[in-house]
């Protein structure tokens, strides 16, 4: 399991007020998360990703160990800025399986993902779902852990142009369906929007102040601006607003075609007649 944080703004911020300052930001959560509902410690690796101005392609920061083992990691986030942020600390389901490469982010283009949960009956529960990717994705996955898999489906769907939620809210349905009693809480952002489901696990964001949106696992704070995301939803935040769309209803079918205004005359109909 893990804590996760993302957000987005119109103005850059140092990474460390909003992941270090907090009283119970994403730094304390590695040792002492107050909402987790699996797992205690968070000790198994973390990472940071961000977006420099001008540059679309986010960098990234992944240790291994805990973030507060790091020397250098505070440093690094009192003087790096940036107007979009995610960052995870972790608590692997399966201890020591690939150390750094496991830690979140995953990052591909302009993306940035994060999972927070656990796939059930890994990883048999999942071998369809598996199969199903090109072999070439398959063979680049990161780690060798339910996240990693989790990330590759993400990322077919968004390379094939299935838009963010859309790509969230499928890779949830399928997980979920063959692999029931997952946690499968993830989060994604391009720099620009972050998307996110809640299934399992807790989802709070934050609105302001100013052009700012935060999305967490938990609050960093007990402002009372935050607000909790029911379970079994998706998420989607920008500087401009926040809207949340439920899980548990199917896809929409596509509407049906329109009723043609001016149908054609067949052979078979007679003309009509104008009055005389």
Same mark, same amino acid.
């Given at each position: 399991? *893990? !804590?996760?944080?993302?957000? &987005?703004?119109?103005?850059?911020?140092? /990474?460390?007020?909003?992941? &270090?300052?907090?009283?119970?930001?994403?730094?304390?959560?590695?040792?002492?998360?107050?909402?987790?509902?699996?797992?205690?410690?968070?000790?198994?690796?973390?990472?940071?990703?961000?977006?420099?101005?001008?540059?679309?392609?986010?960098?990234?920061?992944?240790?291994?160990?805990?973030?507060? +083992? $790091?020397?250098?990691?505070? %440093?690094?986030?009192? &003087?790096?800025?940036?107007?979009?942020?995610?960052? +995870?600390?972790?608590?692997?389901?399966?201890?020591?399986?690939?150390?750094?490469?496991?830690?979140?982010?995953?990052?591909?283009?302009?993306?940035?993902? #994060?999972?927070? =949960?656990?796939?059930?009956?890994?990883?048999?529960?999942?071998?369809?779902?598996? @199969? =199903?990717?090109?072999?070439?994705?398959?063979?680049?996955?990161?780690?060798?852990? $339910?996240?990693?898999?989790?990330?590759?489906?993400?990322?077919?769907? /968004?390379?094939?142009? %299935?838009?963010?939620?859309?790509?969230?809210?499928?890779?949830?349905?399928?997980?979920? @369906?063959?692999?029931?009693? #997952? !946690?499968?809480?993830? /989060?994604?952002? $391009?720099?620009?929007?972050?998307?996110?489901?809640?299934?399992?696990?807790?989802?709070?964001?934050? @609105?302001?102040?100013?052009?700012?949106?935060?999305?967490?696992?938990?609050?960093?704070?007990?402002?009372?601006?935050? *607000?909790?995301?029911?379970? !079994?939803?998706?998420?989607?935040?920008?500087? $401009?607003?926040?809207?949340?769309?439920? /899980?548990?209803?199917?896809?929409?079918?596509?509407? +049906?075609?329109?009723?043609?205004?001016?149908? !054609?005359?067949?052979?078979?109909?007679?003309?009509?007649?104008?009055?005389?």
């Amino acid at each position: 399991m *893990c !804590r996760h944080i993302a957000w &987005v703004g119109d103005e850059a911020g140092p /990474l460390g007020e909003l992941l &270090v300052a907090p009283p119970h930001g994403l730094y304390r959560q590695s040792w002492a998360p107050r909402r987790q509902r699996y797992g205690t410690v968070n000790a198994d690796g973390f990472g940071v990703g961000w977006y420099a101005p001008g540059d679309p392609v986010p960098a990234r920061y992944r240790r291994a160990g805990p973030v507060w +083992a $790091d020397p250098s990691f505070a %440093d690094l986030a009192r &003087v790096v800025r940036s107007r979009a942020v995610l960052a +995870a600390v972790r608590d692997a389901t399966l201890p020591g399986a690939d150390g750094e490469a496991a830690a979140a982010p995953f990052a591909s283009g302009p993306w940035l993902f #994060s999972h927070n =949960g656990a796939v059930a009956g890994w990883p048999g529960a999942v071998a369809a779902l598996a @199969a =199903g990717l090109p072999p070439a994705e398959l063979l680049s996955l990161e780690a060798r852990n $339910d996240s990693a898999l989790v990330w590759a489906l993400v990322l077919h769907r /968004l390379r094939r142009g %299935d838009p963010p939620s859309g790509t969230l809210a499928g890779v949830v349905r399928d997980v979920a @369906a063959a692999a029931p009693g #997952s !946690r499968l809480n993830l /989060l994604l952002t $391009d720099g620009g929007t972050v998307t996110a489901t809640a299934w399992g696990d807790t989802l709070w964001y934050l @609105a302001g102040p100013g052009r700012r949106v935060v999305v967490a696992s938990e609050p960093y704070d007990d402002g009372p601006g935050w *607000c909790e995301v029911p379970d !079994r939803t998706v998420l989607t935040a920008t500087a $401009d607003g926040v809207t949340v769309a439920s /899980l548990d209803a199917p896809p929409a079918p596509p509407p +049906a075609p329109s009723p043609d205004p001016h149908p !054609r005359r067949t052979s078979a109909e007679p003309l009509e007649e104008s009055p005389a």
